[in-house]
Nanobody
């Protein structure tokens, strides 16, 4: 299974972007899907996770109130609506899928990863 992330780009501070992530290849129904991000020279960090199976949503404190994660169960697609973007949100955003019912905040909780989409927020 491959995950295809899209929607990244260049935006001014205060602007919005919507990221999407969908599986390609065989039919795939993960238990949860999430987003992580990695800025140059930094560790990959958790952003948000969503499970339509357990109706659970978690956010990193740094994005609470600004980002919204949602999903389309029929398409196994997850979205990340990012509002009020800040320069510190600039990073490559990676989507990930959890087939083991972890719904966690650690990289090890996810067993499938997308290729990443670059988000750049200018000041």
């Amino acid at each position: 299974v491959q995950l295809q992330a899209s929607g990244g780009g260049l935006v001014q501070a205060g602007g919005s972007l919507r990221l999407s992530c969908a599986p390609s290849g065989r039919t795939f129904s993960p238990y949860a899907m999430g987003w992580f991000r990695q800025a140059p020279g930094k560790e990959r960090e958790f952003v948000a996770t969503f499970s339509w199976r357990s109706a659970t949503t978690y956010y990193a404190d740094s994005v609470k109130g600004r980002f919204t994660i949602s999903g389309d169960n029929a398409k196994s697609t997850v979205y990340l609506q990012m509002n009020s973007l800040k320069p510190e949100d600039s990073a490559t955003y990676y989507c990930a899928a959890d087939s083991r019912r972890r719904v966690g905040r650690n990289r090890s909780d996810y067993d499938y990863w997308g290729q990443g989409t670059l988000v750049t927020v200018s000041s």
